[in-house]
């Protein structure tokens, strides 16, 4: 070995390899200084500043905006199927007085007073897959979107809707909202509006609404306004009063890139929209968007504090989004952010604050139950989460 | 002297890992770098696509089911009430076939593996009812379809149910653009074709008068989406684009407006009976002009049709039908012994497709989550030859080989490589990418 160390060879390619390696460096770096990486991978392509700049959208809280500040939750209790669930796999929550629907592949649980009560088919729900809960402010009616119909729960009773008992658009119900007198839904073949005064439904396509396809997965209602999430085609805003459309699409119009980053919707292929407080929010599996109605933002993964750019689903309460992604829980109020993370190995994790582009981290034991999450609601000081592998229930704290 | 040349060899094989080493720049898609979009003019801000989706969800921990007497494998195709029948027939049996071979073989560790087959109807999103009946039917994985609509339709919900799928018919470029970590596609899309087409129509036959007649439906209208942003860029954009139904017969209205506008070619872009039938109206109205047409004329529906007529048209074909591929030469003839008829290109796709869906099954076991990480690792089913060629999959693990140039000559199909869109050939130069290609 010496002798191979001491050769003039040897001494000749260990010379050799170690220019080639300060070149290669070199080349690496210098490609980074210049901005002249096109193509790095999942990274948000770093830009010269007269390129494309970023403005300040009026309207965003400041950073030290203590009233808007973004509420941190912990001390998570989680649960799946040994605390009585029907199934891990969550796929949605509903937070309703005292009771707390949560729909699981297997089932609907409800949550009342520390125990799980579940209902199936069996009990006469048109699905075990429960994919969306919403509960009328009006009457109280419990609404079920399931992988095979609609379900309204009233007075103890399970009443079925289907496309072919009633006129729904799919039996696939993706997001299921009531909105006054109205029951909103979202498929697969087209967005719905049941009225539960004239008991009619009223069909949402590419036939008579600016959706490129029927394509719908995700709806919420605002300020007189319904948002329809259509997948491929942006946002569908209509105003049931005027019977207007507008519809609101990526502006660079090709799927492979966002152009400019506040623009407009970051990605057409939508999965989720909740308005609150004058402020549209929007998921995408490329990022999210806010809307005040004026200025579009973006948000991605690479410049903010979203845990991942695939968001199954958002909801918004007051002036945070709550985003359920396929790796964390994240909130927003549009400038700072909370960030939920478990770790891989134990049922631990960190809430990770960023306050002014500055981050802490706040250790949780335990966290929330897996980092899959599916579905979000709460209310008062609770918020609850349904993940890929059971449900959690989280208790604002006081910091 | 055995010193020397081991010390020369490792300094050839270092200086060979930081040649090639590098981490090339490749455009998403194949995108020739002339067509990246903006690109002439600005960078943009994100994109996508450039690296794989992961899936974090819960499930690689469920334990296989014991007991079971059949494995369950969904198909998802057009076998009845659409104008798509044809060629859902033949997926049908292109992954039949691949069933009964692994079954053959012993099946999955003895037991039998079973198709269970859906009829898609992409009406009101029938295709995402049908995957729900898969879930409740406990398939491990499905293979389809080859409508746009109903496969998006599917796709969704395969997501939300967490079923891995296996896509060897629909053609779509945005059918893996959707960022859906549980769906990869072996047959190469319309991207492809249209950048082939365009570089044949414009660069070497040296066209610039397109007018385009192509379906109304979802196929028609995404397919002809990159031809007429790829025409556009090299300089003649579409001069007229007119649409169909499909199940119309008679096109002369639109074909007298084309006649007008005195193009110097015509693009089709339907299915095989309609193109034929557009065919023969565009000669029976006396225009000569070249034909061009997407893949889906490359049937015996549309030869029969279209008769002499069909002479001298060029398309695009995603593998060479032709070739003498052993593994191919065999599968045609074990397929005309099985089924009566000729294999056409969704058979053979369907065939490889089924046979990667089956393998990852063999490898993974049965757990859905783990068949998706293997069909997704981009390294178990990364070159795999199948009897369509090579897989070479992108980060949305679509199939992006390199796809074949046909043209009818003496009355049957010629097959040859597809026109390269080559950096020196470019409408302009990017200088920061000089060199690279």
């Given amino acids: ?399 | 002297m055995i010193k020397r040349f081991l010390f020369f060899s490792l300094f050839a094989a270092v200086t060979l890992l930081n040649v090639y080493g590098q981490a090339k720049p490749a455009n998403y898609g194949n995108i020739p770098d002339e067509l990246v979009a903006f690109d002439k003019y600005m960078k943009a801000y994100k994109y996508h696509f450039l690296e794989p989706m992961q899936f974090y969800g819960a499930g690689r921990e469920k334990i296989a089911p014991v007991g079971l007497k059949e494995i369950r494998i969904g198909f998802l195709g057009p076998l009845e009430g659409t104008n798509l029948v044809l060629m859902g027939k033949q997926m049908l049996n292109g992954s039949t076939m691949a069933i009964e071979e692994a079954n053959k073989r012993g099946g999955f560790n003895g037991i039998p593996y079973k198709l269970m087959v859906h009829n898609d109807v992409g009406l009101w999103g029938a295709a995402a009812n049908e995957i729900v009946k898969m879930d409740d039917e406990g398939v491990w994985a499905w293979l389809g379809s080859i409508d746009d609509f109903v496969s998006h339709v599917a796709i969704r919900i395969t997501l939300k149910l967490e079923i891995p799928n296996v896509n060897t018919g629909n053609p779509d470029p945005t059918f893996t653009e959707t960022n859906i970590p549980w769906v990869i596609r072996t047959i190469p899309d319309d991207r492809q074709a249209c950048y082939v087409m365009a570089k044949q129509m414009v660069d070497i036959d040296k066209h610039k008068r397109i007018a385009v007649i192509r379906t109304g439906s979802r196929y028609g209208r995404v397919g002809v989406v990159h031809l007429n942003r790829t025409t556009t860029r090299l300089g003649y954009p579409f001069i007229l684009e007119e649409r169909f139904k499909d199940g119309e017969t008679d096109f002369t209205d639109r074909l007298e407006r084309i006649k007008k506008t005195n193009p110097d070619a015509i693009a089709i872009w339907g299915n095989a009976k309609e193109s034929a039938l557009i065919l023969n109206q565009i000669r029976a109205l006396g225009m000569n002009q070249p034909v061009y047409t997407s893949d889906r004329v490359i049937s015996e529906e549309f030869m029969k049709i279209a008769g002499k007529n069909a002479e001298g048209i060029k398309t695009t074909c995603q593998y060479n039908p032709d070739s003498n591929d052993p593994k191919l030469k065999a599968f045609r003839i074990a397929y005309r012994q099985r089924f009566g008829i000729e294999p056409d290109v969704i058979a053979a796709h369907a065939y490889d497709g089924m046979n990667i869906l089956l393998s990852a099954v063999q490898k993974a076991g049965l757990n859905r989550a783990k068949i998706r990480d293997i069909l997704t690792d981009n390294r178990t089913f990364q070159g795999y030859e199948g009897v369509t060629g090579k897989v070479i999959f992108d980060q949305t693990w679509n199939n992006i080989r390199p796809i074949y140039a046909a043209k009818v000559v003496n009355g049957k199909f010629e097959f040859g490589p597809a026109p390269r869109w080559v950096k020196e050939e470019v409408i302009y130069k990017k200088v920061s990418r000089e060199g690279e290609y």
Avoid at chain 1, 51 to 75: F, M, S, T
């Fill in chain 1, 1 to 399: 070995m010496k002798k191979i160390v001491r050769s003039n060879y040897f001494k000749i390619t260990v010379l050799a390899v170690m220019l080639l390696g300060a070149l290669s460096l070199g080349f690496i770096l210098k490609e980074k200084e210049t901005g002249k990486e096109y193509t790095q991978p999942g990274m948000v392509v770093s830009l010269p500043d007269d390129l494309v700049k970023r403005a300040a959208i009026p309207g965003l809280p400041a950073p030290d905006d203590a009233e808007k500040a973004v509420p941190v939750y912990g001390n998570w209790k989680n649960f799946t199927t040994k605390d009585g669930l029907p199934s891990d796999k969550c796929y949605c929550v509903r937070v309703s007085g005292d009771k707390t629907y949560v729909g699981t592949h297997d089932g609907l649980a409800v949550y009342e007073k520390g125990k799980w009560k579940t209902y199936t088919s069996k009990d006469g729900l048109s699905h075990n897959g429960v994919v969306s809960v919403d509960v009328s402010e009006i009457t109280g009616d419990v609404w079920i979107g399931t992988l095979g119909g609609l379900t309204r729960w009233s007075a103890g009773k399970f009443e079925i809707f289907n496309q072919f008992n009633s006129g729904m658009p799919n039996d696939l119900v993706y997001m299921v909202i009531c909105d006054g007198p109205d029951v909103w839904v979202t498929t697969g073949g087209g967005a719905g509006r049941y009225n539960t005064l004239k008991k009619e439904w009223e069909i949402f396509t590419e036939q008579n609404a600016p959706m490129h396809e029927p394509w719908t997965y995700g709806v919420s209602a605002g300020d007189g306004k319904v948002y329809i999430a259509a997948w491929g085609g942006g946002v569908i805003e209509y105003n049931p009063k005027t019977k207007q459309f507008r519809d609101h699409t990526d502006p660079d119009g090709f799927m492979e890139i966002d152009l400019q980053p506040d623009d407009g919707l970051v990605h057409d292929i939508t999965t989720a929209t909740s308005y609150a407080d004058g402020i549209l929010w929007v998921s995408t599996y490329f990022g999210m968007s806010r809307y005040d109605g004026k200025y579009w933002k973006g948000y991605f993964k690479e410049d903010s504090g979203l845990a991942s750019n695939f968001i199954n689903f958002l909801r918004a309460e007051g002036p945070c989004a709550f985003m359920c992604t396929d790796n964390g829980f994240s909130s927003t109020n549009g400038t700072n952010w909370v960030t939920y993370k478990k770790n891989e190995n134990d049922a631990n994790g960190v809430a990770i604050v960023t306050t002014g582009g500055v981050k802490k981290e706040i250790p949780q034991s335990p966290s929330i139950s897996h980092n899959f999450i599916i579905g979000v609601d709460g209310q008062d000081d609770v918020m609850w989460v349904a993940t890929s592998k059971g449900v959690s229930r989280g208790e604002k704290l006081k910091l």
